[in-house]
């Protein structure tokens, strides 16, 4: 019933700019926290960024400055602007519903990002 769709990925030159769209089903998101993360080859998977239901939000001190997480709660719908791409940022980026004490839930299939130099 619960889906998470990820979408926006795409090839980008270093310096360039993607928005990813994580589409929620089957839940209502406007009560909970939602946080992005990503994966890069060889790496363990990597919290990017997070936005409470507030709006408040965190950010790894990677992407800080650079990417910025927003959420559209009538389209049930977070978003993760992605400026001045770097190589690095290379991965497949996943969305989640971050619960409380217990942790993600609800894993998206993923988009994959690629930033060419």
């Known amino acids: 019933q619960v889906q998470l769709v990820e979408s926006g990925g795409g090839l980008v030159q270093s310096g360039g700019s993607l928005r990813l769209s994580c589409a929620a089903s089957?839940?209502?998101?406007?009560?909970?926290?939602m946080g992005w993360y990503r994966q890069a080859p060889g790496k363990q998977r990597e919290l990017v960024a997070t936005?409470?239901?507030?709006?408040?939000?965190n950010y790894a001190d990677s992407v800080k400055g650079r990417f910025a997480i927003s959420r559209d709660n009538a389209k049930n719908t977070v978003y993760l602007q992605m400026n001045s791409l770097k190589p690095e940022d290379t991965a497949v980026y996943y969305c989640?519903?971050?619960?409380?004490?217990?942790?993600?839930?609800?894993w998206g299939q993923g988009t994959q990002v690629t930033v060419s130099s």
């Open positions: 989640s519903v971050q619960v409380p004490v217990v942790g993600p839930r609800f």
């Open positions: 936005i409470t239901n507030a709006g408040s939000t």
């Open positions: 089957g839940i209502t998101l406007s009560t909970k926290t």
